[in-house]
Protein backbone atom coordinates (compact mmCIF):
# COMPACT_ATOMS: atom_id res chain seq x y z
CA UNK A 1 0.00 0.00 0.00
CA UNK A 2 2.65 2.22 0.83
CA UNK A 3 4.17 1.46 -2.95
CA UNK A 4 1.04 1.76 -4.43
CA UNK A 5 1.10 5.87 -2.51
CA UNK A 6 4.35 6.42 -3.84
CA UNK A 7 3.91 5.42 -7.18
CA UNK A 8 0.51 7.88 -7.14
CA UNK A 9 2.49 10.97 -5.87
CA UNK A 10 5.41 10.20 -8.52
CA UNK A 11 2.95 10.23 -11.25
CA UNK A 12 1.29 13.18 -10.61
CA UNK A 13 4.97 14.81 -9.96
CA UNK A 14 5.72 13.49 -13.57
CA UNK A 15 2.80 15.34 -14.99
CA UNK A 16 3.57 18.03 -13.48
CA UNK A 17 7.11 18.34 -14.50
CA UNK A 18 5.73 17.31 -17.58
CA UNK A 19 3.97 20.01 -18.39
CA UNK A 20 6.30 22.96 -16.98
CA UNK A 21 9.32 21.01 -18.86
CA UNK A 22 9.37 22.35 -22.68
CA UNK A 23 13.15 21.67 -23.11
CA UNK A 24 14.68 18.72 -21.21
CA UNK A 25 12.35 16.13 -21.93
CA UNK A 26 9.67 15.16 -24.51
CA UNK A 27 5.86 14.36 -24.15
CA UNK A 28 6.95 11.16 -25.28
CA UNK A 29 9.39 11.10 -22.44
CA UNK A 30 6.78 11.53 -19.78
CA UNK A 31 4.41 9.72 -21.18
CA UNK A 32 6.15 6.61 -20.81
CA UNK A 33 7.48 7.40 -17.51
CA UNK A 34 3.82 7.87 -16.29
CA UNK A 35 3.00 4.04 -17.85
CA UNK A 36 6.02 3.37 -16.40
CA UNK A 37 5.18 4.04 -12.84
CA UNK A 38 1.19 3.46 -13.55
CA UNK A 39 2.27 -0.47 -13.98
CA UNK A 40 4.78 -0.36 -11.00
CA UNK A 41 1.57 0.51 -9.27
CA UNK A 42 -0.97 -2.12 -10.61
CA UNK A 43 2.02 -4.54 -10.16
CA UNK A 44 2.28 -4.17 -6.19
CA UNK A 45 -1.45 -3.74 -6.25
CA UNK A 46 -1.68 -7.76 -7.54
CA UNK A 47 0.42 -8.99 -4.78
CA UNK A 48 -1.12 -7.83 -2.47
CA UNK A 49 -2.32 -10.33 0.35
CA UNK A 50 -6.06 -9.51 2.04
CA UNK A 51 -5.41 -9.26 5.96
CA UNK A 52 -8.97 -10.74 6.33
CA UNK A 53 -9.12 -13.78 4.79
CA UNK A 54 -12.25 -13.75 2.71
CA UNK A 55 -13.41 -10.33 3.94
CA UNK A 56 -15.83 -8.55 1.01
CA UNK A 57 -15.42 -4.88 2.73
CA UNK A 58 -11.89 -5.49 1.88
CA UNK A 59 -11.64 -6.84 -1.57
CA UNK A 60 -14.76 -4.23 -2.70
CA UNK A 61 -11.60 -1.44 -1.04
CA UNK A 62 -9.06 -3.12 -3.04
CA UNK A 63 -11.27 -3.47 -6.51
CA UNK A 64 -12.06 -0.09 -6.00
CA UNK A 65 -8.27 1.36 -5.54
CA UNK A 66 -7.71 -0.79 -8.53
CA UNK A 67 -10.57 1.20 -10.10
CA UNK A 68 -8.94 4.62 -9.25
CA UNK A 69 -5.45 3.76 -10.22
CA UNK A 70 -6.59 2.87 -13.89
CA UNK A 71 -8.94 6.17 -14.20
CA UNK A 72 -5.80 8.30 -12.77
CA UNK A 73 -3.49 6.38 -15.48
CA UNK A 74 -5.94 7.67 -18.21
CA UNK A 75 -6.04 11.21 -16.51
CA UNK A 76 -2.67 11.89 -16.23
CA UNK A 77 -1.99 10.63 -20.53
CA UNK A 78 -5.10 12.60 -21.42
CA UNK A 79 -3.71 15.38 -20.32
CA UNK A 80 -0.47 15.18 -22.54
CA UNK A 81 -2.65 14.12 -25.80
CA UNK A 82 -4.92 17.74 -26.07
CA UNK A 83 -3.48 20.75 -26.15
CA UNK A 84 -1.01 21.25 -23.45
CA UNK A 85 -1.00 24.33 -21.14
CA UNK A 86 1.41 26.80 -21.96
CA UNK A 87 1.94 29.32 -18.57
CA UNK A 88 2.09 28.00 -15.47
CA UNK A 89 -0.87 29.52 -14.23
CA UNK A 90 -2.63 27.44 -16.86
CA UNK A 91 -0.36 24.22 -15.63
CA UNK A 92 -1.83 24.81 -11.88
CA UNK A 93 -5.25 25.01 -12.77
CA UNK A 94 -4.96 21.71 -14.94
CA UNK A 95 -3.30 19.70 -12.19
CA UNK A 96 -6.11 21.32 -9.59
CA UNK A 97 -9.10 20.45 -11.44
CA UNK A 98 -8.23 17.59 -12.80
CA UNK A 99 -4.54 15.72 -11.56
CA UNK A 100 -4.78 16.63 -7.74
CA UNK A 101 -8.42 15.66 -6.99
CA UNK A 102 -7.82 11.77 -8.85
CA UNK A 103 -4.56 11.49 -7.10
CA UNK A 104 -6.32 12.22 -3.85
CA UNK A 105 -9.11 9.42 -4.61
CA UNK A 106 -6.25 7.11 -4.93
CA UNK A 107 -4.86 7.99 -1.51
CA UNK A 108 -7.72 8.17 -0.33
CA UNK A 109 -8.50 4.48 -0.89
CA UNK A 110 -5.08 3.44 0.10
CA UNK A 111 -5.64 5.10 3.13
CA UNK A 112 -9.15 3.25 3.36
CA UNK A 113 -7.58 -0.20 2.92
CA UNK A 114 -4.70 0.68 5.47
CA UNK A 115 -7.66 1.82 8.13
CA UNK A 116 -8.91 -2.04 7.63
CA UNK A 117 -5.83 -3.34 7.91
CA UNK A 118 -5.54 -1.26 11.07
CA UNK A 119 -8.83 -2.04 12.62
CA UNK A 120 -8.10 -5.96 11.57
CA UNK A 121 -5.00 -5.27 13.65
CA UNK A 122 -6.75 -4.09 17.13
CA UNK A 123 -9.71 -6.95 16.55
CA UNK A 124 -6.35 -8.86 16.82
CA UNK A 125 -4.57 -7.33 19.54
CA UNK A 126 -8.55 -7.09 21.52
CA UNK A 127 -8.36 -10.68 20.91
CA UNK A 128 -5.05 -10.95 22.22
CA UNK A 129 -6.02 -9.55 25.50
CA UNK A 130 -9.19 -11.21 25.53
CA UNK A 131 -7.26 -14.43 25.28
CA UNK A 132 -4.47 -13.50 27.86
CA UNK A 133 -7.72 -12.65 30.74
CA UNK A 134 -9.44 -15.56 30.20
CA UNK A 135 -6.03 -17.82 30.31
CA UNK A 136 -5.07 -16.00 33.51
CA UNK A 137 -8.43 -16.70 35.11
CA UNK A 138 -7.83 -20.85 34.02
CA UNK A 139 -4.60 -20.52 35.53
CA UNK A 140 -6.09 -18.95 38.50
CA UNK A 141 -8.41 -21.89 38.51
CA UNK A 142 -5.72 -24.22 37.83
CA UNK A 143 -4.14 -23.48 40.64
CA UNK A 144 -6.78 -23.81 43.61
CA UNK A 145 -7.84 -27.61 42.20
CA UNK A 146 -3.65 -27.45 41.97
CA UNK A 147 -3.62 -27.10 46.01
CA UNK A 148 -5.85 -30.32 45.98
CA UNK A 149 -4.28 -32.71 44.11
CA UNK A 150 -0.81 -31.57 44.91
CA UNK A 151 2.02 -29.00 44.77
CA UNK A 152 2.93 -30.52 41.08
CA UNK A 153 0.05 -29.61 39.11
CA UNK A 154 0.13 -25.86 41.00
CA UNK A 155 3.78 -25.58 39.72
CA UNK A 156 3.03 -26.87 36.04
CA UNK A 157 0.54 -23.93 36.21
CA UNK A 158 2.67 -21.28 37.15
CA UNK A 159 5.07 -22.17 34.57
CA UNK A 160 2.39 -22.29 31.79
CA UNK A 161 1.37 -18.80 33.42
CA UNK A 162 4.44 -17.22 33.16
CA UNK A 163 5.61 -18.23 29.50
CA UNK A 164 1.80 -16.51 28.30
CA UNK A 165 3.54 -13.38 29.87
CA UNK A 166 6.69 -13.56 28.97
CA UNK A 167 5.02 -14.30 25.28
CA UNK A 168 2.95 -10.52 26.05
CA UNK A 169 6.16 -8.82 26.95
CA UNK A 170 8.21 -9.68 23.79
CA UNK A 171 5.06 -8.85 21.80
CA UNK A 172 5.06 -5.26 23.45
CA UNK A 173 8.60 -5.12 23.31
CA UNK A 174 8.22 -5.76 19.19
CA UNK A 175 6.07 -2.73 18.86
CA UNK A 176 8.36 -0.55 20.96
CA UNK A 177 10.88 -1.43 18.61
CA UNK A 178 8.41 -1.03 15.32
CA UNK A 179 7.31 2.17 16.48
CA UNK A 180 10.75 3.35 16.67
CA UNK A 181 11.73 1.82 13.41
CA UNK A 182 9.26 4.18 12.10
CA UNK A 183 10.17 7.54 14.03
CA UNK A 184 13.36 6.51 12.26
CA UNK A 185 12.65 5.90 8.77
CA UNK A 186 10.84 8.88 8.38
CA UNK A 187 13.83 11.07 9.71
CA UNK A 188 16.07 9.16 7.19
CA UNK A 189 13.51 9.94 4.17
CA UNK A 190 13.02 14.14 5.30
CA UNK A 191 16.91 13.87 5.01
CA UNK A 192 16.94 12.33 2.02
CA UNK A 193 14.41 14.48 0.70
CA UNK A 194 16.62 17.67 1.89
CA UNK A 195 19.37 15.92 -0.23
CA UNK A 196 17.73 15.72 -2.86
CA UNK A 197 15.91 19.25 -2.73
CA UNK A 198 19.66 20.37 -2.70
CA UNK A 199 20.75 18.73 -5.77
CA UNK A 200 17.91 19.59 -8.11
CA UNK A 201 18.78 23.33 -6.50
CA UNK A 202 22.44 22.81 -7.50
CA UNK A 203 21.83 21.53 -11.03
CA UNK A 204 19.06 24.05 -11.95
CA UNK A 205 21.69 26.90 -10.95
CA UNK A 206 24.67 25.55 -12.13
CA UNK A 207 23.50 23.82 -15.38
CA UNK A 208 20.28 24.93 -16.35
CA UNK A 209 21.21 29.00 -14.99
CA UNK A 210 24.70 29.31 -17.32
CA UNK A 211 23.16 27.98 -20.14
CA UNK A 212 20.25 30.72 -20.16
CA UNK A 213 23.20 32.63 -19.04
CA UNK A 214 25.14 31.85 -22.22
CA UNK A 215 22.38 32.29 -24.15
CA UNK A 216 21.69 35.99 -22.72
CA UNK A 217 25.28 37.38 -23.80
CA UNK A 218 25.35 35.29 -26.79
CA UNK A 219 21.56 37.25 -28.03
CA UNK A 220 23.39 40.60 -26.77
CA UNK A 221 26.27 39.89 -29.19
CA UNK A 222 23.75 39.48 -31.94
CA UNK A 223 21.96 42.38 -31.05
CA UNK A 224 25.45 44.53 -31.33
CA UNK A 225 26.14 43.04 -34.44
CA UNK A 226 23.10 43.20 -36.06
CA UNK A 227 22.77 46.80 -35.05
CA UNK A 228 26.49 47.75 -36.24
CA UNK A 229 24.94 46.01 -39.75
CA UNK A 230 22.13 49.02 -40.11
CA UNK A 231 19.40 45.97 -38.63
CA UNK A 232 16.52 47.03 -36.50
CA UNK A 233 18.19 47.35 -32.71
CA UNK A 234 14.95 45.98 -31.39
CA UNK A 235 14.93 42.73 -33.25
CA UNK A 236 16.01 40.37 -30.93
CA UNK A 237 14.27 42.26 -27.75
CA UNK A 238 11.13 39.79 -27.51
CA UNK A 239 13.79 36.95 -27.20
CA UNK A 240 15.94 38.29 -24.73
CA UNK A 241 13.15 38.99 -22.43
CA UNK A 242 11.94 35.14 -22.91
CA UNK A 243 15.32 34.39 -22.07
CA UNK A 244 15.67 37.01 -19.30
CA UNK A 245 12.15 35.77 -17.27
CA UNK A 246 13.43 32.11 -18.36
CA UNK A 247 16.63 32.73 -16.27
CA UNK A 248 14.45 34.09 -13.44
CA UNK A 249 12.46 31.15 -12.97
CA UNK A 250 15.23 28.88 -12.83
CA UNK A 251 16.65 30.94 -10.20
CA UNK A 252 13.35 31.12 -8.06
CA UNK A 253 12.79 27.55 -8.27
CA UNK A 254 16.33 26.97 -7.51
CA UNK A 255 16.20 29.11 -4.38
CA UNK A 256 12.53 27.70 -3.37
CA UNK A 257 14.20 24.40 -3.33
CA UNK A 258 17.23 25.25 -1.37
CA UNK A 259 18.11 28.86 -1.07
CA UNK A 260 22.19 29.49 -1.10
CA UNK A 261 21.32 32.23 1.38
CA UNK A 262 21.03 29.59 3.97
CA UNK A 263 23.97 28.06 3.64
CA UNK A 264 25.99 31.47 3.40
CA UNK A 265 24.89 33.82 5.33
CA UNK A 266 23.08 31.66 7.98
CA UNK A 267 19.23 30.74 8.77
CA UNK A 268 18.41 34.38 9.89
CA UNK A 269 19.34 35.98 6.81
CA UNK A 270 17.21 32.93 4.96
CA UNK A 271 14.08 33.34 6.77
CA UNK A 272 14.45 37.20 6.38
CA UNK A 273 14.80 37.03 2.46
CA UNK A 274 11.95 33.93 2.31
CA UNK A 275 9.68 36.19 4.56
CA UNK A 276 9.98 39.28 2.03
CA UNK A 277 9.70 36.99 -1.13
CA UNK A 278 6.17 35.33 0.74
CA UNK A 279 4.90 38.66 1.67
CA UNK A 280 5.38 40.17 -2.40
CA UNK A 281 4.20 36.64 -3.44
CA UNK A 282 0.79 36.81 -1.56
CA UNK A 283 0.22 40.91 -0.65
CA UNK A 284 0.83 40.18 2.93
CA UNK A 285 2.18 42.11 6.21
CA UNK A 286 5.02 39.98 7.24
CA UNK A 287 7.04 40.68 10.64
CA UNK A 288 10.39 38.85 11.72
CA UNK A 289 11.52 39.15 15.01
CA UNK A 290 14.64 37.07 16.39
CA UNK A 291 16.23 37.74 19.23
CA UNK A 292 19.87 36.08 20.70
CA UNK A 293 20.16 34.31 16.98
CA UNK A 294 24.29 35.73 17.60
CA UNK A 295 25.48 32.18 16.63
CA UNK A 296 24.64 29.25 13.49
CA UNK A 297 23.72 26.87 14.34
CA UNK A 298 24.29 23.52 12.86
CA UNK A 299 23.58 22.87 9.06
CA UNK A 300 21.45 19.89 9.61
CA UNK A 301 19.43 21.84 12.28
CA UNK A 302 19.01 25.25 10.32
CA UNK A 303 17.51 23.34 7.05
CA UNK A 304 15.06 22.19 9.26
CA UNK A 305 13.72 24.70 10.83
CA UNK A 306 13.63 26.91 7.56
CA UNK A 307 11.66 24.11 6.40
CA UNK A 308 9.51 24.33 9.42
CA UNK A 309 8.85 28.10 8.53
CA UNK A 310 8.62 27.51 5.14
CA UNK A 311 5.51 24.74 5.30
CA UNK A 312 4.01 26.59 8.07
CA UNK A 313 3.78 30.41 6.24
CA UNK A 314 2.38 27.62 3.07
CA UNK A 315 -0.38 26.81 5.43
CA UNK A 316 -1.09 30.37 5.98
CA UNK A 317 -1.34 31.87 2.07
CA UNK A 318 -3.27 28.77 1.03
CA UNK A 319 -6.08 28.49 4.38
CA UNK A 320 -5.67 31.19 6.82
CA UNK A 321 -7.23 34.74 4.53
CA UNK A 322 -4.64 36.26 6.95
CA UNK A 323 -3.08 39.70 5.88
CA UNK A 324 -0.44 39.72 8.25
CA UNK A 325 1.53 36.87 9.69
CA UNK A 326 4.90 36.97 12.44
CA UNK A 327 7.65 34.92 12.91
CA UNK A 328 9.94 35.06 15.97
CA UNK A 329 12.82 32.62 17.01
CA UNK A 330 14.26 33.28 20.50
CA UNK A 331 17.39 31.21 21.52
CA UNK A 332 17.54 30.79 25.53
CA UNK A 333 20.29 28.88 27.36
CA UNK A 334 18.20 25.59 27.16
CA UNK A 335 15.53 25.85 24.45
CA UNK A 336 15.05 27.62 20.87
CA UNK A 337 11.48 28.82 20.29
CA UNK A 338 10.27 29.08 17.70
CA UNK A 339 6.71 31.09 16.78
CA UNK A 340 5.05 31.42 13.47
CA UNK A 341 1.35 33.67 13.50
CA UNK A 342 -1.21 35.00 11.74
CA UNK A 343 -4.41 37.11 11.69
CA UNK A 344 -6.64 34.55 9.32
CA UNK A 345 -9.54 32.72 9.95
CA UNK A 346 -8.09 30.46 12.28
CA UNK A 347 -9.74 26.63 12.70
CA UNK A 348 -10.96 24.31 15.93
CA UNK A 349 -8.01 21.79 16.69
CA UNK A 350 -9.22 18.45 16.82
CA UNK A 351 -9.40 16.45 20.53
CA UNK A 352 -6.23 15.11 21.59
CA UNK A 353 -3.55 17.28 19.41
CA UNK A 354 -4.43 14.78 16.12
CA UNK A 355 -3.40 16.90 13.07
CA UNK A 356 -4.83 15.23 9.47
CA UNK A 357 -3.30 18.40 7.41
CA UNK A 358 0.35 17.20 5.18
CA UNK A 359 1.52 20.54 6.42
CA UNK A 360 1.41 20.27 10.13
CA UNK A 361 1.92 16.72 10.19
CA UNK A 362 5.47 17.02 8.08
CA UNK A 363 5.78 20.18 10.29
CA UNK A 364 5.77 17.37 13.52
CA UNK A 365 7.89 14.81 11.65
CA UNK A 366 10.83 17.59 11.46
CA UNK A 367 10.03 18.88 14.98
CA UNK A 368 10.19 15.40 16.62
CA UNK A 369 13.52 14.28 14.09
CA UNK A 370 15.39 17.18 16.31
CA UNK A 371 13.77 16.19 19.80
CA UNK A 372 11.31 18.66 19.94
CA UNK A 373 7.88 20.06 20.95
CA UNK A 374 5.05 21.29 18.65
CA UNK A 375 2.00 23.19 20.27
CA UNK A 376 -0.49 24.59 18.10
CA UNK A 377 -3.49 27.34 19.06
CA UNK A 378 -6.34 28.02 17.08
CA UNK A 379 -9.73 28.77 17.06
CA UNK A 380 -12.00 30.07 14.63
CA UNK A 381 -11.94 33.72 13.82
CA UNK A 382 -8.60 34.05 16.11
CA UNK A 383 -6.10 33.20 14.26
CA UNK A 384 -3.22 30.79 14.28
CA UNK A 385 -0.04 29.95 16.66
CA UNK A 386 2.52 27.51 15.56
CA UNK A 387 5.05 26.97 18.76
CA UNK A 388 8.04 24.68 18.54
CA UNK A 389 10.39 24.33 21.22
CA UNK A 390 13.83 22.88 20.37
CA UNK A 391 16.35 21.30 22.95
CA UNK A 392 20.01 22.82 23.44
CA UNK A 393 21.14 19.52 22.39
CA UNK A 394 19.63 20.38 19.23
CA UNK A 395 21.73 23.67 18.80
CA UNK A 396 25.36 24.65 18.49
CA UNK A 397 28.06 24.37 21.07
CA UNK A 398 28.80 27.66 20.92
CA UNK A 399 26.63 29.43 23.91
CA UNK A 400 25.39 32.99 22.74
CA UNK A 401 24.58 35.51 25.21
CA UNK A 402 21.07 35.49 26.82
CA UNK A 403 18.75 37.66 28.65
CA UNK A 404 18.49 37.38 32.59
CA UNK A 405 15.16 36.68 32.59
CA UNK A 406 14.01 33.36 34.27
CA UNK A 407 11.82 32.63 31.69
CA UNK A 408 10.85 33.39 28.05
CA UNK A 409 8.31 36.45 28.26
CA UNK A 410 4.85 35.58 26.50
CA UNK A 411 4.95 36.81 23.20
CA UNK A 412 1.32 38.71 22.04
CA UNK A 413 -1.07 37.51 19.90
CA UNK A 414 -1.74 38.70 16.53
CA UNK A 415 -5.31 37.83 16.80
CA UNK A 416 -5.49 40.12 20.13
CA UNK A 417 -3.91 42.85 18.36
CA UNK A 418 -6.11 43.39 15.14
CA UNK A 419 -9.25 42.30 16.75
Known amino acids: LASVRRHTLLG ?29 ARDVLSRYVPVVSGSATELEQVARLRLELDQFRQVMLGVFTGERPRS ?24 GVQALNRKAFIEQQTLNGDLY ?15 LVGLSIAMVATVYASRLEKRLRAQRDEQRQLASDLQRLSARMLRMQEEERRAISRELHDEVGQVLTAIKVELATAQRTIQAAGGDPQ ?15 VKDLSRLLHPAVLDDLGLSAA ?22 MHQRLPPSVEIVIYRIIQEALTNVARHAAATTCAVTMRQWPEVLVLIVEDNGVGFEPRPNGQLTGLGLIGIRERVAELGGRLRIESAPGRGT ?5 LPSVALSSAEPEFETEACAPAVPRLGAVHG
Not at 133 to 138: G, N, S
Open 12 to 40: SVLVRDGLLDTTRLGTAEYTAQIESVSQA
Open 88 to 111: PSDVRAVLRSEINPRRDMVVESVD
Open 133 to 147: AVTQRLVWRQLGMAM
Open 235 to 249: LLRGTREITDRALYT
Open 271 to 292: VDWHLREFGARHDLRVEFRQLH
Open 385 to 389: RIVVD
